[in-house]
T-cell receptor
Framework: EPEVTQTPSHQVTQMGQEVILRCVPISNHLYFYWYRQILGQKVEFLVSFYNNEISEKSEIFDDQFSVERPDGSNFTLKIRSTKLEDSAMYFC?????????????FGSGTRLTVV | GIQVEQSPPDLILQEGANSTLRCNFSDSVNNLQWFHQNPWGQLINLFYIPSGTKQNGRLSATTVATERYSLLYISSSQTTDSGVYFCAVEWMGAQKLVFGQGTRLTINP
């Protein structure tokens, strides 16, 4: 099964700092997503991205968050001024039209700790 | 939006036992996936199963889309099966997965 790659695996940052989480989706996928999981809770949708623009975002995805596909392979999530409550596991995912045979493929996650 | 409910929330078994995890959803879906979250937090894709039955080794899954539920079966449980199992669905007309709260499975040696 093809993989989605996320970097870094862990990041510790000070409150108020900007962080960029990076993802390399599967090459022939057209839909890209970010999800968040606060420790002990369920996985929550943040944003979906298609055709170089946001197609849907949740209430969590406020002005502090942004996404970008700067080139043909990377997909990034930026948090402008981190808060303690942004501490969570962030997952990137991608999917192809019609879901293929695997559906959504998730990366291994970036564990963000804001101190 | 769609509601996804998983049961039981917690399950503790001895090694070698069989288990059944359930996922109920409130609307028609065009995608349903089961994931295992391992102790390192990684989401491992177990099954993409919007309908029908699939098997992979000791694991199998069945989705009855018309009745809006899916079951994940784990046979001859091993300690490495421990972790949280999530069901996630994409409902008709949506382009995102919605996750259930998960079932925490603990397999004791």
């Amino acid at each position: 099964e093809p993989e989605v790659t996320q970097t870094p695996s862990h990041q510790v940052t000070q409150m108020g700092q900007e962080v960029i989480l990076r993802c390399v989706p599967i090459s022939n996928h057209l839909y890209f997503y970010w999800y968040r999981q606060i420790l002990g809770q369920k996985v929550e949708f943040l944003v979906s991205f298609y055709n170089n623009e946001i197609s849907e975002k949740s209430e969590i995805f406020d002005d502090q968050f942004s996404v970008e596909r700067p080139d043909g392979s990377n997909f990034t999530l930026k948090i402008r001024s981190t808060k303690l409550e942004d501490s969570a596991m962030y997952f990137c995912a991608s999917s192809e039209p019609g879901q293929g045979i695997y559906g959504y493929t998730f990366g291994s996650g970036t564990r963000l700790t804001v101190v | 939006g769609i509601q996804v409910e998983q049961s039981p929330p917690d399950l503790i078994l001895q090694e070698g036992a069989n288990s059944t995890l359930r996922c109920n959803f409130s609307d028609s879906v065009n995608n349903l996936q089961w994931f295992h979250q391992n102790p390192w937090g990684q989401l491992i894709n177990l099954f993409y199963i919007p309908s029908g039955t699939k098997q992979n080794g000791r694991l199998s899954a069945t989705t009855v889309a018309t009745e809006r539920y899916s079951l994940l079966y784990i046979s001859s449980s091993q300690t490495t099966d421990s972790g949280v199992y999530f069901c996630a669905v994409e409902w008709m007309g949506a382009q995102k997965l919605v996750f259930g709260q998960g079932t925490r499975l603990t397999i004791n040696p």
